[in-house]
C-alpha cells in the first residue's frame, strides 16, 4: 500500500462496501431493485471522487462501465453522450480557445482594448474587466482563460509601484481573474460548466439553450457578479498610496508584441466567423456546437490547429467526464431517484421544500459547506443535483436553475488546491500574488451566488424556468 495515502484507502473501501451493502438491499416501495443498484454504484461514484481513488475521469469512465456490467444500461447508451452535442462543441471551443492563446491573438485583444482606459487604477481595474468580459465568451476553458488574462495585471502592477502581496497587486489580480475565470460562467461558450451543466438537463430545455437565450436566462446574475464583483473588490484591495501609471504604457506593450503574425491574422478572422455563426445561430439554422467545429477544421485547414494539438491541446480528460455524467443523470431520473430524495427530503427540510426563495438560499449554504470538505467541483455538483433537482422540480424549478446555482457555487475557493482556475491564475503570476491575500473573499464570492440567485428568481419566473 505504499505510496497510497489514508484518505484514497478509506474512500476506496468505504465506497465498494457500501456501494455493495445498498445496490443488493430490498428497495423500498418506491424504489426498484434496479434503482438500489444505481444507488449502489453512485455511493461508490460519490466516494471515490471525494477520495481522488482516480483520476476524475476514469472514476466517470468504470461508473459507465459498472451500469453497464450491473444491467442498468447498455454499452450504446452509455456512452452517447461522447458523440453528443455537448462533447463536440467542447472539443471544437476547447480547440479554437487553444489555438487562440497558442497564436497570443487573445494577449493582443486583451491590450487592445486596455489602452482605451485611464491610467489611473480604476481605470486599469476597468480595463482588466472588460479585456476579460469581451474575451470571455471566445473560449470555454476558464483555466486557460485565467493563466492567459491574469498576468496582464503585473506590468500593470509594477508600473504602479506596488510590491509583492500588496492591496493593489492584488486587486488588479483579482480584476482579471474575475472577469476571465468567473464571468465566463454567463455565455453560453464561455465555461466548460456550461457543458457540464448541460449533462443534466432534458432535451426540451437543451433544444432551447443558445447563445442568446443563455444571456436571456441569467443576465441579472451577470450584472450582479460584473458591477457588485467589481466594487468589492475595489472596496478590500485599493491601495493607499501609488505612483501615476506612465503615458502609453499599454501601446507600449502592445509595441513589444511586434506586427501581427499570419497565425494571429488567421485566426482572428476564424474568431470572427465563429462569433457571428454562435451569435446568428437562430438565423442560419446551424448550431453553436457545428459551428465550434467548423471553427476548429478552419483552424486545421490553414495549418494553425496541427494533428499533435489534437491530443496535447483539448482537455479530453475533462471532456470524458463530463460526458460520463450525462449517462449519470439520465439514470438518475431513469430509475427514480430525485422523486424517492424528495419524498425523503422535504418532510426534514420543511419550509424550504415548499418556496423557492428558501430553496435557492438552502442550495447555496449547502454547496459551501460541501466545498469545505469536498475538493471536486464536479462531485460536489453531482450532490447538488441529487439533493436538489426533486424539490426544485417539486416547486416548478427547471433543473437548469438548481444546477447553475450549484455550479456557480462549487467555484468558490476554500483552500487553493479547491479551484483549479485560481490556481491557474496565481501560478501565471509568478508569486506576485499568493492565496492567502484572495482566500477572504470565498465568502464575498458565495453570498454572492445567492444574492446573485434570487434577483435573477423574477427572470427566471417570467421566461418559464420556476
Known amino acids: 500500500m505504499k505510496g497510497i495515502s489514508l484518505k484514497k484507502l478509506i474512500c476506496a473501501l468505504l465506497g465498494v462496501i457500501l456501494g455493495v451493502i445498498i445496490g443488493v438491499m430490498t428497495p423500498p416501495a418506491e424504489l426498484t431493485a434496479e434503482s438500489m443498484r444505481y444507488l449502489g454504484l453512485l455511493v461508490w461514484f460519490i466516494c471515490w471522487m471525494i477520495g481522488g481513488v482516480m483520476p476524475d475521469f476514469l472514476t466517470g469512465i468504470a461508473f459507465l462501465i459498472l451500469a453497464i456490467l450491473c444491467k442498468l444500461t447498455d454499452f450504446t447508451s452509455a456512452f452517447s453522450p461522447f458523440a453528443g452535442t455537448t462533447t463536440w462543441l467542447l472539443v471544437g471551443a476547447f480547440g479554437v480557445g487553444a489555438m487562440l492563446g497558442k497564436t497570443g491573438v487573445l494577449k493582443r485583444i486583451a491590450y487592445v482594448i486596455m489602452q482605451f482606459f485611464p491610467g489611473s487604477y480604476t481605470g486599469q481595474m476597468l480595463a482588466l474587466y472588460a479585456a476579460g468580459i469581451i474575451v470571455s465568451p471566445m473560449m470555454p476553458s476558464i483555466t486557460a482563460k485565467a493563466a492567459l488574462i491574469s498576468p496582464l495585471s503585473i506590468p500593470a502592477a509594477e508600473a504602479f509601484g506596488f510590491e509583492k502581496n500588496s492591496k493593489g ?5 483579482l480584476s482579471a481573474y474575475w472577469s476571465a475565470g468567473i464571468l465566463g460562467n454567463f455565455f453560453f461558450t464561455g465555461c466548460v460548466y456550461v457543458g457540464t451543466m448541460m449533462a443534466y438537463l432534458d432535451e426540451e430545455t437543451l433544444a432551447a439553450l443558445n447563445f442568446w437565450t443563455w444571456l436571456q436566462y441569467f443576465w441579472p446574475y451577470l450584472l450582479v457578479f460584473a458591477i457588485g464583483g467589481f466594487f468589492i473588490i475595489r472596496l478590500l484591495y485599493q491601495p493607499k498610496d501609488y505612483q501615476p501609471l506612465p503615458k502609453g504604457f499599454i501601446k ?13 491574422k488567421l485566426s482572428l478572422i476564424i474568431l ?13 439554422g446551424i ?6 467545429v467548423i471553427g476548429l477544421i478552419l483552424m486545421g485547414a490553414v495549418g494553425i490547429f496541427k494533428p499533435a494539438d489534437f491530443g496535447s491541446r483539448i482537455p479530453w480528460t475533462i471532456i470524458a467526464l463530463v460526458a460520463s455524467i450525462s449517462t449519470l443523470a ?31 438560499i438552502a442550495i447555496g449554504v449547502v454547496v459551501f459547506a460541501l466545498r469545505w ?5 464536479f462531485t460536489s455538483g453531482a450532490l447538488i443535483y441529487a439533493l436538489f433537482a426533486g424539490l426544485g ?17 462549487v467555484q468558490c475557493w476554500p483552500f487553493g488546491a479547491y479551484n483549479a482556475t485560481l490556481m491557474a491564475g496565481l501560478g501565471a503570476v509568478n508569486g506576485y500574488v499568493e492565496f492567502k491575500q484572495v482566500q477572504k473573499l470565498t465568502f464575498v464570492y458565495s453570498a454572492l451566488v445567492i444574492v446573485a440567485a434570487l434577483i435573477n428568481l423574477p427572470i427566471w419566473k417570467m421566461v418559464g424556468l420556476a
Open 330 to 360: 439520465s439514470l438518475m431520473g431513469t430509475y427514480g431517484i430525485p422523486e424517492w430524495l424528495t419524498g425523503i427530503l422535504a418532510p426534514v427540510l420543511g419550509p424550504i421544500a415548499s418556496n423557492q426563495v428558501l430553496l435557492i
Open 252 to 264: 507600449e506593450k502592445l509595441r513589444e508584441l511586434g506586427p501581427m503574425s499570419r497565425d494571429e
Open 272 to 284: 470572427v466567423i465563429m462569433v457571428a455563426g454562435w451569435l446568428t445561430a437562430d438565423l442560419t
Open 373 to 377: 470538505g469536498v475538493a471536486s467541483m
Open 287 to 292: 448550431s453553436v456546437a457545428e459551428w465550434s
Open 169 to 173: 497587486a492584488t486587486g488588479l489580480f
Open 393 to 409: 422540480s417539486a416547486l416548478g424549478m427547471n433543473t437548469l436553475v438548481v444546477v447553475f446555482i450549484g455550479y456557480m457555487g
